[in-house]
C-alpha cells in the first residue's frame, strides 16, 4: 500500500514536471512572437515620437561610447605615470637603502 502510494507521488510529481516543462516552452514560444511582433510594430513606427526616440537612444549611445573612449585613454595615462613613477621611487628607495637591502626584502 505504501509503495503504491509511493509510486503515484512519484508519478504525479513527474506528470506536474512533463506539464511545467511543456508549460514553459510553450510560454517561450509565445514571448518571442510576442517581442516579434511589438519589434515589427515599433520598427515601422514612423511618428515624430518614434523619430525623437531613437535620435534620443543614438546620442545617449555615442555619448556612452565616448564617455568608455575618453575612460579608457585615462586610465591608460593614468597607468603609464603610475609606473614611471613606481621606477623613479623604486630608483630613489635603492640609493638610500641599497640594492642588496632592496632584495632582502
Do not use: H, P
Request: avoid cysteine; aromatic fraction near 4%; charged fraction near 30%.
Amino acid at each position: 500500500m505504501i509503495e503504491k502510494n509511493l509510486q503515484d507521488i512519484l508519478n504525479a510529481g513527474i506528470g506536474l514536471f512533463k506539464s511545467g516543462e511543456e508549460n514553459f516552452k510553450t510560454a517561450v514560444v509565445n514571448l518571442e512572437k510576442a517581442f516579434n511582433d511589438m519589434k515589427s510594430k515599433g520598427a515601422s513606427d514612423n511618428s515624430d515620437a518614434a523619430l525623437k526616440i531613437r535620435e534620443i537612444l543614438e546620442n545617449t549611445l555615442r555619448s556612452a561610447k565616448t564617455v568608455q573612449s575618453q575612460a579608457e585613454q585615462n586610465l591608460s595615462v593614468f597607468m603609464t605615470e603610475a609606473q614611471k613613477n613606481y621606477s623613479q621611487v623604486l630608483d630613489q628607495v635603492k640609493k638610500v637603502v641599497g640594492e642588496e637591502r632592496i632584495r632582502d626584502l
